[in-house]
């Protein structure tokens, strides 16, 4: 069975202090990850899509990369508006559907 | 820009009611999908459709069904809702049949509430 685990559950950071994310996956045969944001009261927004081992992707003051168990957000000096919660899923080559983690919320202080 | 609306912020509804939640997509899209999504178990697929009058059970359908009569419209039915169909409820629609190739684009959200 395809799981996501997302950790932490929620991280506090102060404005400028750079951390990660962590998303670790088990899936027969990767197909792609994705990460969404999601703010208080709203649906999860689009992010980034990952599809092979090494790819990086880069939106602002955020980064993803991808290894073969697990994906990285980077979040450098970060803003209180990158305050949100942050959802990785996957997808197999042999599923329908999107295999989502829990999320980590993401707090920055000013 | 995609836009994806539901038609209700909030719900409260009573055991037994039947209930419908109604979302339309803009961007003619002939993928739509039905999610909860509670703390700590995540985003949960229960029904998606890829055509018009077509559906597929997601990982949770029990309790629920869904209709598309038209290619902007995806209705969920709570047939006869109980207190654990409490929950958050996200309706999104995309290019893609899975989701996958192409990204995900989300509604709001409905919180229902069933007392």
């Known amino acids: 069975e395809d799981q996501v685990t997302q950790s932490p559950e929620a991280l506090r950071l102060q404005e400028g202090e750079s951390s990660s994310l962590n998303c670790s996956y088990t899936?027969?045969?990767?197909?792609?990850l994705f990460w969404y944001r999601q703010d208080p009261g709203k649906g999860p927004e689009f992010l980034f899509t990952?599809?092979?081992a090494g790819e990086e992707k880069e939106k602002e003051r955020l980064k993803a990369t991808l290894t073969k168990k697990e994906s990285f957000l980077h979040i450098t000096a970060p803003k209180p508006e990158d305050s949100a919660t942050y959802l990785c899923?996957?997808?197999?080559?042999?599923?329908?559907?999107?295999?989502f983690g829990q999320g980590t919320r993401l707090t920055i202080n000013p | 820009d995609v836009k994806v609306t539901q038609s209700s912020r909030y719900l409260v509804k009573r055991t037994g009611e039947k209930v419908f939640l109604e979302c339309v997509q803009d961007m003619d899209h002939e993928n739509m999908f039905w999610y909860r999504q509670d703390p700590g178990l995540g985003l949960r697929l229960i029904y998606f459709?890829?055509?018009?009058?077509?559906?597929e059970k997601g990982d949770i359908p029990e309790g629920y069904s869904v209709s598309r009569e038209k290619k902007e419209r995806f209705s969920l039915i709570l047939e006869s809702a109980s207190t654990n169909q409490t929950s958050m409820y996200l309706c999104?629609?995309?290019?893609?049949?899975?989701?996958?190739?192409?990204?995900?684009?989300f509604g709001n959200g409905t919180r229902l509430t069933v007392t």
């Open positions: 899923a996957v997808q197999a080559f042999r599923a329908q559907k999107l295999v």
């Open positions: 459709s890829y055509d018009v009058k077509m559906k």
């Open positions: 899936v027969s045969g990767l197909r792609g």
């Open positions: 999104a629609s995309s290019l893609s049949p899975t989701g996958g190739n192409s990204p995900l684009h």
């Open positions: 990952l599809y092979s």
